[in-house]
T-cell receptor, first 113, second 113 residues
Framework: KAGVTQTPRYLIKTRGQQVTLSCSPI?????VSWYQQTPGQGLQFLFE???????NKGNFPGRFSGRQFSNSRSEMNVSTLELGDSALYLC????????????FGSGTRLTVV | DAKTTQPPSMDCAEGRAANLPCNHS???????VYWYRQIHSQGPQYIIH???NNETNEMASLIITEDRKSSTLILPHATLRDTAVYYC??????????????FGTGTKLQVIP
């Protein structure tokens, strides 16, 4: 079966711009979570959605937001980009909020210049 | 989430068993131990999880001490493809909890030919 698909794979944006990243979970998975990975901070939890509702949120500023659609696809948006937002953004899906493990996508590499 | 402590790096000779330790001394009674690994530039991959009994699957074995304060992931015959960062995390196995998952910094395992 198809895995978790994240688009685009690579993105270059300018400071102050905004960006939208997309994640298509494994078919049947209703839970989608997002992570930011940087060399200095490691993997940091952003937020988790289940059935279009945000269930949990990490310690990120309000510039980071997300949503989930009725087909479980999810998007995350970062507004007013800063250089420090350059990172690998990972999406993970699961049947049941990760109880039996999350399946991760390959990520979107965002570079802010 | 309870915190975990892992050594930052380990080496293992190809074909030998790789034993990766994890300390989770503040683990709660309802928290499971999960292991993931991340190969360079890919999303993390779920390996195994357990509560208090030892677990084995096609990828690895998980040994949890009787007091549950530490665990060891065992890759029985390490190959070069097992070179990755290994993350140990703890979280409740409760789909209603939707706990945010904290990955920590993990152990970088280098398998040496």
């Amino acid at each position: 079966k198809a895995g978790v698909t994240q688009t685009p794979r690579y993105l270059i944006k300018t400071r102050g711009q905004q960006v939208t990243l997309s994640c298509s979970p494994i078919s049947g998975h209703r839970s989608v979570s997002w992570y930011q990975q940087t060399p200095g901070q490691g993997l940091q939890f952003l937020f988790e959605y289940f059935s279009e509702t945000q269930r949990n949120k990490g310690n990120f500023p309000g510039r980071f937001s997300g949503r989930q659609f009725s087909n479980s696809r999810s998007e995350m948006n970062v507004s007013t980009l800063e250089l420090g937002d350059s990172a690998l953004y990972l999406c993970a899906s699961s049947l049941d909020a990760g109880v039996y493990g999350y399946t991760f996508g390959s990520g979107t590499r965002l570079t802010v210049v | 989430d309870a915190k975990t402590t892992q050594p930052p790096s380990m080496d293992c000779a190809e074909g030998r068993a790789a034993n990766l330790p994890c300390n989770h001394s503040t683990i709660s009674g309802n928290e499971y131990v999960y292991w993931y690994r991340q190969i360079h530039s890919q999303g993390p991959q779920y390996i195994i999880h357990g509560l208090k009994n030892n677990e084995t699957n096609e990828m690895a074995s998980l040994i949890i001490t009787e007091d549950r304060k530490s665990s060891t992931l065992i890759l029985p015959h390490a190959t070069l493809r097992d070179t990755a960062v290994y993350y140990c995390i703890v979280r409740p196995m409760n789909s209603g909890g939707y706990q945010k998952v904290t990955f920590g910094t993990g152990t970088k395992l280098q398998v040496i030919p």
